[in-house]
Structures are given as structure tokens and as C-alpha cells.
């Protein structure tokens, strides 16, 4: 690669990615202040000239409950724990107060409107890849509704982030078979690896790294990593703004230095976060946001950093390689 790049990944799933974790009626201001705050990213990404890939849930594409139940596939995930299902959970929440937490068709059309940016998929339901239960078959239904759902919406899904980071490489082919052509995959390092098994150990270590550590989270290579199919490395997960100032500091000046070290020697470095990681505090991890797209100018103006989503940083590796 000629120049570096940032690249940054959004998970935007609303309440799809947490309902087993969450008591949705204590999260719903929470929610509508993501729903709120995606615009104003939107005119940040806008003015600082940043292409980004959203990596969406399917079910935020349905209008409401009466289409959602329309659209359950033939074939459900059997997860071993009854909790994971997002089928099971979507049936004993409908009513009308949870449709906003739900459901985003105006958003994603606002998104596909919006300079430089990509819709990709998290999976209809918010698959999980690695639990008990899960198979080839009910992975390739749910793909292929999330696949049917971006169509509806004139959007041709290439790129794929798995959801809570479960990456399994035998479903590459399923990936290749509907059309995508690059997904997300965690970071070299240990604590990153089982993302299912959350100790307390691999979360401490995940923790301390978004403050102290070594400057190695960028990269030049995006490999195939399965026929037709190229994986590209989260580097760095922006976690949200904790209120505590100094630690806050902190961690944006890493995020500034790992920057600064992947734009001098020409490699990539991949931010993510999911956008509800915003709905607590908005105001302050917008202003966070700002620095850092400052920081990425600063880079641009003098090293010739680029921006590119993850279809656009696969098509630059594709390239490369011909």
C-alpha cells in the first residue's frame, strides 16, 4: 500500500446486540440517544471527509413488528441457550414502545445517502458463530435474509463484521456464496482469541491495552484468508467516555499515537466501536470523536493518510496484489 489508512467499522444493531444482556425499558433513553447521535456522526464523518462501514444487523432494516414477524427465516439458530435467540426474545417484547429500539429503516437510508459510506452486514440476527446450537444451515438463511433485506434497500452487502468478534473461518464459504468479499477478524493477540469465553483475565488485558502498550496494532497486509474472502484486523476498539478525565486522556492519545505510528510507516489502522457505545454519554464521545478525526487530518495533511471503508481498503489489497 502506497499510503496508510484508517479504517473504522461501526456494529450498529441497537437492542439487537444486548437484549441478553439489558433490561430494555432501563435502556430506552439510551437508545433513542443513539438514534439521535448517528446524524451528527454522520456530519463528522462528513466534514472530515471519513468513509466508514456499518456493519448492520438485518433486523434494523424492518419498518416494524408486523414485518419483522414476517420475516423470520425457515431455518432458526438452535442455540443451546434459550437466551441468545433473538426470535425468541423479539416475540416477548412486541409492542409499539419497542419499535424505536428495534427497527431503523430511516437511519440505514440516511447512511446509504451519506458520502463514503458502507452498509455491510452483522448478520440478520446478530448470529452468534461459536455457541452451541448454531450450524452451516441456519447461518446460510440468515445471511441470505440479510442479503434479500439490503437488495430491498438497493444495497449490495460485501463486507462482514461477526458478531460479539465470534469469527469462524468455517463459514467463509457461506460468505463467499452471497456475494461478500472481506470481513472483520480479531486482533493478534491472546486475550482477543475465544471472544465467547470472556474471562476476567482476557477482559483485564483488553482493558489496560486501550491505555498503555506498544505501538503494534497497524498493519500493511489484508490476506485472503479463504477463497475469494479477505480478513482485515481490528486494531483498536474505541471504548466510550468513562467521565473519569485523566484516563480519558489517556486513551485518546493512544488511539492518536497508534495513528500517527500507522500513518509514518504507510500501514492500516482499523477503528470500531458500535454506535449505542455513544447513547451515554453523547456530547462527550462526539467531542471525543472530533479529536480524533482532527488527529487523522493532522496524519493526512502530513504523511497522505487515507480514509477507506472496509470494501474500499479490500478493493486497495485486491489491487495490489494483481
Given at each position: 500500500m502506497e499510503n496508510g489508512a484508517l479504517v473504522i467499522s461501526l456494529d450498529f444493531e441497537l437492542l439487537w446486540g444486548v437484549f441478553d444482556k439489558v433490561d430494555w425499558k432501563e435502556k430506552k433513553e439510551y437508545f433513542q440517544n443513539t438514534k439521535k447521535v448517528i446524524p451528527e456522526i454522520l456530519q463528522l464523518f462528513e466534514k472530515y471527509e471519513i468513509q466508514c462501514t456499518w456493519a448492520t444487523v438485518g433486523m434494523l432494516f424492518n419498518e416494524n413488528w408486523d414485518e419483522w414477524n414476517h420475516n423470520i427465516p425457515e431455518i432458526l439458530p438452535d442455540y443451546e441457550n434459550d437466551k441468545l435467540s433473538a426470535y425468541k426474545y423479539g416475540k416477548s417484547i412486541q409492542n409499539k414502545g419497542t419499535e424505536e429500539l428495534c427497527f431503523a429503516p430511516e437511519l440505514i437510508k440516511l447512511i446509504t445517502e451519506s458520502p463514503g459510506q458502507e452498509i455491510g452486514t452483522h448478520t440478520y440476527s446478530h448470529y452468534y458463530c461459536l455457541e452451541p446450537g448454531q450450524n452451516i444451515k441456519s447461518f446460510h438463511t440468515d445471511l441470505q435474509k440479510s442479503k434479500h433485506l439490503a437488495e430491498s434497500f438497493g444495497i449490495e452487502l460485501k463486507s462482514l463484521v461477526f458478531p460479539r468478534n465470534q469469527y469462524n473461518l468455517d463459514y467463509l464459504e457461506v460468505c463467499r456464496?452471497?456475494?461478500?468479499?472481506?470481513?472483520?477478524?480479531?486482533?493478534?493477540?491472546?486475550?482477543?482469541?475465544?471472544?465467547?469465553?470472556?474471562?476476567?483475565?482476557?477482559?483485564?488485558?483488553?482493558?489496560?491495552?486501550?491505555?498503555?502498550?506498544?505501538?503494534?496494532?497497524?498493519?500493511?497486509?489484508?490476506?485472503?484468508?479463504?477463497?475469494?474472502?479477505?480478513?482485515?484486523?481490528?486494531?483498536?476498539?474505541?471504548?466510550?467516555?468513562?467521565?473519569?478525565?485523566?484516563?480519558?486522556?489517556?486513551?485518546?492519545?493512544?488511539?492518536?499515537?497508534?495513528?500517527?505510528?500507522?500513518?509514518?510507516?504507510?500501514?492500516?489502522?482499523?477503528?470500531?466501536?458500535?454506535?449505542?457505545?455513544?447513547?451515554?454519554?453523547p456530547e462527550k464521545n462526539l467531542l471525543e470523536l472530533k479529536v480524533i478525526l482532527e488527529h487523522f487530518k493532522t496524519c493526512q495533511n502530513k504523511f497522505g493518510f487515507q480514509s477507506l471503508n472496509m470494501a474500499g481498503i479490500n478493493q486497495t489489497a485486491v489491487g495490489n496484489d494483481e
Open positions: 456464496e452471497m456475494g461478500l468479499e472481506t470481513v472483520r477478524t480479531n486482533p493478534d493477540v491472546w486475550y482477543w482469541e475465544n471472544t465467547q469465553e470472556n474471562s476476567f483475565q482476557r477482559k483485564i488485558f483488553r482493558t489496560g491495552d486501550a491505555y498503555i502498550g506498544l505501538n503494534n496494532k497497524s498493519y500493511t497486509d489484508v490476506p485472503e484468508i479463504a477463497p475469494g474472502i479477505s480478513g482485515q484486523k481490528a486494531s483498536r476498539l474505541l471504548r466510550p467516555n468513562s467521565g473519569r478525565n485523566f484516563l480519558d486522556r489517556v486513551r485518546i492519545k493512544r488511539i492518536q499515537s497508534e495513528m500517527s505510528s500507522a500513518a509514518k510507516n504507510n500501514e492500516v489502522y482499523h477503528l470500531w466501536w458500535h454506535p449505542h457505545n455513544f447513547g451515554g454519554k
